[in-house]
């Protein structure tokens, strides 16, 4: 049997001592698509950092905030996925002297993410939705093994949502993702996990849960 790309076992959560979940077990093989869902503060956020801190294997993440440097370009800030795969040299240069290669990779991820032309943008000029879409453009030029994305469509039009979501799922054998929209997470998931008080509710195939289960999760 394939090892687990992580494996959380009767795992308390939380922050600074105080526990946000308890008694978490789960395992996330590779190939999954999993949706978390839950109310606003439930600890969606806290589970997706723990799967991120804890993954086996090369991970890509858009955060909830995009967690993007707003004084630094649109080239730069979807530079930032791969800044791991090179030394420090390589990297200076590229943040002031992009090659040809690089500009092209970034243009490759930007068409993708309906950004063209905009590489040179600081990113304290865009929109909200513009953000995002940098933050998605940073995790395709990443790439790997798994995607984890905190509502990582949030900002945008259902469309571009829906299409968005979609590259995600052909670029990564394996996504974890905290969505707020029930039918969204019965499109895209193999597997939901659901959280209320505290602690995993449901944890099974989608394909085996109700709307209205699942709208259960927020009453
Ligand atoms: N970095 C942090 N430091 C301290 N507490 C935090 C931090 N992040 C989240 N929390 C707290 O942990 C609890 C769960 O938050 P979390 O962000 O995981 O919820 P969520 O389900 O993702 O919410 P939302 O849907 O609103 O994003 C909340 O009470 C929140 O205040």
Redo the contacts with the bound molecule.
């Keep these: 049997m394939t090892a687990p790309l992580v494996a959380l076992t009767d795992q308390s959560l939380g922050?600074?001592g105080r526990l946000?979940l308890t008694g978490v077990t789960l395992q996330v093989a590779a190939g999954e698509r999993i949706a978390l869902l839950?109310r606003?503060?439930?600890?969606?956020?806290?589970l997706l950092a723990a799967l991120h801190d804890r993954i086996a294997g090369r991970a890509a993440l858009v955060p909830?905030d995009h967690g993007l440097v707003g004084s630094l370009s649109v080239f730069h800030n979807i530079w930032m996925g791969v800044l791991d795969d090179f030394g420090t040299p390589r990297n200076l240069r590229t943040l002031i002297w992009p090659a040809r290669a690089e500009r092209a990779r970034v243009e490759h991820v930007l068409d993708i993410v309906g950004l063209s032309g905009l590489g040179r943008r600081p990113v304290s000029q865009l929109s909200g939705g513009q953000r995002q879409r940098v933050a998605l453009g940073r995790a395709l030029l990443r790439g790997g093994d798994v995607v984890l994305g905190d509502?990582p469509v949030t900002a945008l039009d259902p469309a571009q949502g829906a299409a968005l979501l979609g590259r995600l799922t052909t670029e990564f054998a394996t996504m974890i993702l905290?969505l707020h929209d029930v039918d969204q997470a019965l499109r895209v998931a193999t597997r939901i996990i659901g959280l209320r008080q505290g602690a995993v509710v449901i944890d099974a195939a989608a394909a085996d849960l109700s709307e209205t289960e699942l709208l259960a999760l927020y009453r």
């Excluded at 606003?40 to 806290?46: E, F, I, L, N």
């Design positions: 922050w600074g946000v839950g606003s503060g439930v600890g969606k956020s806290t909830q509502e905290t």
